[in-house]
C-alpha cells in the first residue's frame, strides 16, 4: 500500500507543484510568460559570465588526467588506503570527485560495470559518489559567478567536507555491508 502511494505522489508531484505555482501566478496577476523571459535572460548572462571558468576547470582535470599525475597520485595513495579498506579501483573516484562531477560519474558508472553494483567497489563507489561534493567546481564556478576571488578559507573548509564525507563513507559500507 504504501509503495503505491509514494507512486501516485512521485507521478504527480512536479505536475501539481507547476499547476499550483502557475494558478497562484494567474491569481495574482503576474504575467508570468514576461517572469519567466526574463529569468532565461539572466540565466543566460549567467551562462555566459561563468563560461570562462568552467572551461578552465575541465582543461585543469584533463591536465591532470592525461598528464599521469592522477594515476601516480592513486599508486602512491594505495598502500596508505588498502588496510582502511580502500581499494586501489576506488582512488582515482576519491581524485576526481572534488574535481568533477561528470568525471566522477563516469568513473563510477565504470566501476559499476566492472564489479558490479552490488560488489564492495560498487556499493563503495555509490556511496562516495553520494557523500562528496565537486568543491574546486563549486569555487571555481559559482565563486567566480558573484566575483568572489578569495576562496583559501573556503577551499579548506570544502575539501575537509570532502575528506570526512570519504572517511564516514568507508565506514558506513563497511558497517552496513561489512568489509572487503
Do not use: N
Not at 33 to 61: C, N, Q, R, T
Not at 145 to 158: K, Q
Amino acid at each position: 500500500m504504501f509503495v503505491h502511494v509514494m507512486d501516485v505522489v512521485s507521478r504527480w508531484a512536479i505536475p501539481l507543484i507547476f499547476a499550483g505555482v502557475l494558478s497562484y501566478a494567474l491569481c495574482r496577476k503576474i504575467d508570468v510568460y514576461g517572469v519567466f523571459l526574463d529569468g532565461a535572460k539572466e540565466g543566460m548572462e549567467i551562462a555566459v559570465k561563468i563560461l570562462p571558468f568552467v572551461v578552465s576547470i575541465f582543461v585543469a582535470l584533463g591536465i591532470f588526467r592525461d598528464s599521469g599525475a592522477m594515476a601516480l597520485l592513486a599508486r602512491v595513495l594505495a598502500p596508505v588506503l588498502r588496510p582502511l579498506g580502500v581499494p586501489a579501483d576506488i582512488l582515482p573516484l576519491m581524485l576526481i570527485r572534488p574535481l568533477s562531477g561528470a568525471g566522477a560519474m563516469a568513473i563510477t558508472a565504470e566501476l559499476l560495470r566492472h564489479h558490479g553494483p552490488d560488489s564492495y567497489v560498487g556499493r563503495l563507489a555509490s556511496t562516495l559518489q553520494g557523500s562528496t561534493d565537486t568543491t574546486f567546481y563549486i569555487l571555481s564556478v559559482y565563486f567566480g559567478a558573484v566575483g568572489i576571488r578569495r576562496i583559501r578559507h573556503a577551499l579548506v573548509v570544502g575539501l575537509l567536507a570532502d575528506l570526512m564525507g570519504f572517511v564516514l563513507a568507508i565506514l558506513f559500507v563497511r558497517v552496513v555491508f561489512g568489509a572487503k
